[in-house]
């Protein structure tokens, strides 16, 4: 049974740090490109970040963020662990929201922030207050 199942979330003060992770059971995450989305109370889901699969080659992969996060959030994989993390720096408090990881079977090495991923995880919530 294909299975993704995120971690890491939690209460944290702005300008503070979580890692995220999104660990895959039942399949290799790096067959597919993985993306990060998350979705506030009252909003609508986005795209925050994702990585696109390796290929076979080791040192690959394109990335891309959403502008809001752009030089506060990391996204990695770690393919021995089959993980992909999200490491999420100076959050701040509109980050709160539901964080959902999913993966995306493609033909290509790339990856998109837009909706269209083939499975997902529940989701871990993150909530940033002082």
């Known amino acids: 049974q294909l299975q993704l199942v995120e971690s890491g979330g939690g209460l944290v003060q702005p300008g503070g740090s979580l890692r995220l992770s999104c660990a895959a059971s039942?399949?290799?995450?790096?067959?597919?490109?993985i993306g990060w989305f998350r979705q506030a109370p009252g909003k609508e889901r986005e795209g925050v970040s994702c990585?696109?699969?390796?290929?076979?080659?080791?040192?690959?992969?394109?990335?891309n963020y959403a502008d809001s996060v752009k030089g506060r959030f990391t996204i990695s994989r770690d393919n021995a662990k089959n993980t992909v993390y999200l490491q999420m720096n100076s959050l701040k408090p509109e980050d709160t929201a539901v964080y959902y990881c999913?993966?995306?079977?493609?033909?290509?090495?790339?990856?998109?922030?837009?909706?269209?991923?083939?499975?997902w995880g529940q989701g871990t919530q993150v909530t940033v207050s002082s």
């Open positions: 999913a993966a995306q079977r493609r033909l290509d090495r790339l990856c998109v922030l837009v909706p269209g991923y083939d499975y």
């Open positions: 039942g399949f290799t995450l790096d067959d597919y490109a």
């Open positions: 990585i696109s699969k390796s290929g076979g080659s080791t040192n690959y992969r394109i990335t």
